[in-house]
């Protein structure tokens, strides 16, 4: 890696991001214009993310967005409205036009939302529309490498053999992490702790110093501790394997029946945008998920680039809503 | 051998002029968002990242970094003159900056400051070059059983931060545990005193909570007063900064123990700077022969919190680096920017990306001398931002808390919250409530539920964990103590209860 970019390099990629930062602030004072379908976009479209900058949602979408730019030949700026059950984000949407240049990333974790707060303000199913996946993760059970844990077959006994000893962590309870775990012990019927922490990193300091057992979180949370040898992935909560850990079984493959957890990001737009506009966008994100640099980017996060059509998007928004519920109910976390 | 070689690599990357030149641009930015209050390195990190994807990851870290700890020097400035923090961690720097500004030593306060504040970066870094690895693993060896017993120790020294009444002193501490409470509950996911609210549900914002009691309570305060705050650009000259041979007397033990009270404090994840600031306040007023001339502008009551923000900062960077896990909020979103680049942070970045590592270190110490630069030959400028009629800069001020505080989540919701705090901070003030330990209470009361309920799961509710674990077992040791001590000044003020009580009666 080369640290000495010719200035006249730097100086471009300067301007880009100064128009970038620009083209956000200016954005809001745009008025929308009624405008012909067929050359949709004639503006950038925003990108409203429900959570902060960095993570994994945002970074594939983000990835996936610069793609769009090209295909589209319009600018996507993606914005960051963090904020409890993505309240904040949806308010964004709701206030701009149907029109395909306002669009939002739902998640599994929206799924979640719906259930977990008694009251939200939106309801993603009737207000916004589906246009497609961008990228697939599923989650991973890690264990501590200096215990004997090494597989679903060992926890499973080591539980059997002195119930109650295992702690599992997972960041706030509600998260897709928190209920990923309260499924798994209720699926295979073990004894065990569920720990939340705030953070991520908390979790992975947790398990490293051997506070934990095991640990479910992303394959990105880890990445640096799975390199480094101080966790151990033991299986992984989707029904395929993941590509950055081929080796690793899924849990099905380890024995554990009826469990797949694989939480998805996906981009939506306001109900009542034509159908020529969610098929354009849809077109554009389908080839963007293509794209060998897209597939491999994502890979390399531990991810799937994948896109779904409007349809099977909304199906599986209403089958997740639903597993989740039932977990939570059954799990007895606390609804707001 | 190894490690110098390895300096002379991170200083050969930071010293292109790319480096250099993100470099100034971080530290500069960060000096002004510190020095306007509100807006803070959050929110500036948050927003100027999208734009490093543009940039070579290095130059990336480098700028971003630089925002983060150019704004622990900047946000003291506003504290000594107008006693506005520029963010919470300098709410400490208000208690002895602006006395001492008010007794026509601004000068010397912010020369202070400045010093401190570089040397408790440089100690850091000293700790970071040198001892990382060890440092790191050390860190994370913290349970949590040990992280409560810290709190507690921290909690106990808030009696120290109030000047006034120690009753009211440590009423404010318990009203701070209460809004900690606020929000979702970590345990159970239940929603706590939110009234339904879900703006409140991820809690009351830290920032909206600071800048209403210090900056929004103090600009109105100002007005009730008709009396203002103006800063006389002029009077703050090169000459007017030159300490006293005593001053520095003073200045270099308390900065040491600022340094390495905010070094290990800023190595632990979910600490932060904030607690820094107040445990490196408290253990100066503990341990001084005159307490009574803290929060009269005392020179140890800014020099020891100023080294203790910078080296936190700069500490923080320790588990951030070598092991990939962020100690705050700030360094998350600096991690997820490395991420986008395909760099993971971790023990193999020392080996994997020895330049890139190297060079970002490097770039903290020259962003250190560049800061001295911009914040003691410089100062007039930043001061002259502050010297603007107040006609004209409190509703600048008012505008740009609005915009910091609605920048760390995009919520309008936390806008009003800041004015429903600055009301209350105006009433506070009024009758003699301190704010400083309500905001180390609500700081410190979710971590101390968080980490008291954790300990006691992960011990299967067994108390003892707290005595058995030899970290957790030292912190109570020396909390009992810091009680010990406290006990004529209890008895003090029991004692002019009591007084009252008889004369009223």
Known sequence: MSYKPKMARLMRRLLIGTTLAATAISLPLMTSTVMAQEDFPTRPIRVIVPFGPGGLADVTVRLAGEKMSEILGQQIVVENHPGAGGVAAAEQLLRSEPDGHTLIVMSNGTTIATSLFTELSYDPQSQFTPISTVAWFDLVLFSNPDTDIDSVEALLAKAEADPGSINIGTVNPGSSQNLAAELFRSVTNMEANIIPYRTSPDVMAALIRGDLDIAVESYTAFASAIEGGQVRAIAVTGLDRNPALPQVPTAAEAGVENYDVTGWNALYALDGTPDAIIDALHEAVATATEMPEIVQKFADLGTIARSTTPEEMADRFEVDRQKWAEVIDSAGIETQ | METLANLGLGFQAALTWESLLFC???????????????????????????????????????????????????????????????????????????PMAQQGRAGVALFITTIASFLGGSFAIILLVGFSPVLADFAISFSSADYFSIMILALCAASTLSTGSVIKGLLMVAVGLLLGLVGTDISSGAARFTSGNIDLSNGISLVALAMGLFGVSEIFANLCRGEYATVDARAITLRSMLPTREDMRRFWPAAWRGSVVGSIVGMLPGTGPTIATFMSYSVEKRISRTPEIFGRGAIEGISAPEASNNASVQAAFIPTLTLGIPGDAIMAVMLGGMLIHGITPGPQLLTDEPTLFWGIVASFWIGNIFLLVLNIPMIGVWVRLLSIPYHLLYPAMLFFICIGVYSVSYSTFDVLLTLVFGLAGLFMNRFGFPAAPLLLGFVLGPLLEEHFRRALVLSRGDLAVFLERPISLIFLAMTALVLAGSIPLVRAATGRVAGLVRKRG
């Open chain 2, 24 to 98: 100034l641009l971080g530290v500069s930015l960060g000096t002004f968002v510190g020095v306007l209050p509100g807006i803070g390195a959050l929110a500036t990190i948050s927003m100027c990242l999208p734009l490093t994807f543009y940039l070579d990851p290095m130059h990336g870290m480098i700028m971003l970094a630089g925002i983060f700890y150019g704004a622990q020097y900047g946000s003291s400035t506003a504290s000594i003159l107008l006693n506005l923090p520029g963010s919470p961690t300098a709410a400490v720097t208000c208690l002895d900056g602006y």
